[in-house]
């Protein structure tokens, strides 16, 4: 029975590891594969791990395997799920983080962009100040501060 059970675990194993390789190489090679990103690799994954399940609840509702070795092949399945869960969670995280960061640069250069740099430069001695500044960085002059009224 052990052996059943390792070469089950086994051929899952197999499945899981081969399926993404398998469609990444796809019928559609001349087509950009549809979802090469790691959320994407995650989701398909996590879509084998519960066809795997699907199959065996099948087969144990078939009478194919004893419940022992149901409910540890299942217990597998579900923490490999989880796992992936986890880490589709993460993954999803880190892309939010990215739109925010990527946002946060956008709205800073477009703010660079509507700012009349010489709303910093000094009305003494003409330096350009490279951000708006209350004092000139160059000699000390107070700069008016036009840039705030807008
Ligand atoms: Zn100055």
Do not use: W
């Amino acid at each position: 029975m052990l052996l059943i059970i390792g070469l089950l675990i086994a051929f899952g194993l197999a499945v899981f590891v081969a399926t993404p390789l398998l469609s990444a190489k796809g019928p559609g090679s001349s087509t950009l594969p549809v979802d090469v990103t790691p959320l994407g690799d995650l989701k398909r994954r996590r879509l084998v791990v519960y066809e795997n399940l699907k199959d065996l609840e099948f087969e144990f509702q078939a009478g194919k395997i004893a419940a022992q070795d149901y409910r540890s092949l299942r217990e597998n399945y579900l923490g490999e799920a989880a796992a992936l869960m986890a880490a589709t969670q993460e993954a999803e995280q880190l892309r939010e983080n990215d739109a925010v960061i990527e946002r946060e640069v956008a709205a800073r250069r477009a703010l660079r962009k509507i700012t009349p740099p010489q709303d910093y430069v000094c009305p003494h001695c003409g330096f350009e100040n490279p951000v708006p500044v209350k004092f000139c960085g160059e000699c000390g002059t107070r700069i008016t501060d036009r840039s705030r009224k807008v």
